[in-house]
């Protein structure tokens, strides 16, 4: 009986690794070729979890099973430190350029409320140089704009709005860069098709040289309430259960595949730079994913540097995880990094970098 139990766990632990290596190749496979990949990729906290559980009862056991989940677990040790870090958490180290990232959530303004002068005074405090906002609602009343106001309250010499017409009555909706530096060139990288999302760069005259900024918002997977209380509580009735199941799917599969075409428009332009550059937003996507290898790559990841534990910038239910990101040129080091929690359902993430002494 003992033996026919442990060859059905040793079942299921087969499934689990395999499940594990799936999540590994989410960042290989485009979601355009086998958007199932993403959802492992999505899932993959949890698998690890998993298969941590499956090599400990092994390992209680004596048994040469655990090398399966020990071994998998190995191979992927650099998506491990890409969602898990345990470095000493420094949050006023000296910084020659600090950098902030915030999706606002258009500052609550749909909520009746408005939470710019708090993104304002967090702003103050941090001094950046560099201020990169998602979700920027910018309001005008007569001759004075919420961009303005932010520019003027937070001390910055200089900033650039980019508007994208979705269909709102109130104000301008779009994405925002402040800067202390001079922006010498904007430009909006083009996505296919209608959507809410955007990407634009802004070229800065810094003090180590021209340096380009991307300021990113990708494709969300745009829940509706009935998703997240689908989530939060199963229908009783199984054809119900199958009804949202499919179309909770549905909006997935749809946002995984707008994802992967704007990420693959970011990544050629990139390429195209004849400048060094930083990226900056909201991805919509955990490390392990196709989106986060396509746009990190010969990066680093602020995170990664000088994080701490998960890093989760969002707030909400799903993906409960860090899809907000600061990455920089390989010619500076990480001095700082820390999320600071708004009334946004996304963190602020800040990060501090030094000039790398040839």
């Known amino acids: 009986m003992i033996k026919f139990f442990r060859r059905f766990f040793f079942a299921f632990n087969i499934i689990a690794a395999i499940f594990l290596i799936g999540a590994y190749l989410s960042v290989l496979i485009s979601p355009a070729e086998a958007w199932m990949f993403s959802l492992l990729g999505l899932a993959y906290p949890l698998i690890l979890i998993v298969n941590v559980l499956f090599a400990l009862f092994w390992l209680f056991q004596l048994k040469v099973q655990a090398l399966l989940s020990i ?8 998506f491990f430190n890409q969602s898990f870090q345990f470095r000493k958490d420094v949050q006023n180290a000296e910084s020659d350029i600090k950098l902030v990232s915030y999706n606002a959530g258009l500052f609550g303004y749909f909520q009746s409320q408005w939470n710019m002068k708090e993104l304002a005074n967090q702003v103050v405090d941090l001094e950046p140089n560099i201020l990169c906002v998602q979700e920027f609602l910018n309001l005008k009343n007569g001759d004075r704009s919420t961009m303005d106001s932010m520019k003027n309250l937070c001390g910055f010499k200089y900033a650039y709005f980019q508007s994208l017409k979705d269909g709102r009555k109130k104000g301008d909706y779009g994405m925002a860069i402040f800067s202390q530096y001079e ?3 904007t430009a909006l990288v083009h996505f296919d098709g209608l959507t809410g999302n955007m990407c634009f760069y802004a070229d800065l005259k810094m003090d180590s040289g021209v340096q380009r900024v991307y300021n990113v918002h990708l494709q969300s997977f745009k829940f509706k309430k009935q998703d997240y209380k689908f989530v939060k509580q199963l229908p009783e009735d199984n054809d119900e259960k199958i009804k949202q199941s499919k179309g909770l799917l549905k909006r997935m599969k749809s946002a995984y595949l707008k ?3 704007q990420v693959e ?6 390429q195209e730079s004849k400048v060094p550059y930083f990226v900056m937003g909201d991805f919509n996507d955990p490390p392990v994913s196709y989106s986060y290898s396509k746009l990190s790559k010969g990066l680093k990841d602020a995170f990664v540097e000088n994080g701490f534990g998960m890093g989760r910038t969002y707030i909400g239910m799903m993906p409960n995880f860090r899809i907000d990101y600061i990455l920089y040129p ?3 080091e990480g001095s700082f990094y820390k999320t600071i929690k708004l009334s946004s359902d996304h963190s602020l993430v800040a990060s501090g970098l030094k000039y790398k002494k040839e």
């Open 183 to 185: 922006i010498l060139e």
């Open 330 to 332: 390989k010619a500076f």
């Open 265 to 270: 428009k970011i990544r050629e332009h990139m």
């Open 71 to 78: 071994s998998v677990i190995a191979i992927g040790s650099s």
């Open 259 to 261: 994802r992967s075409e």
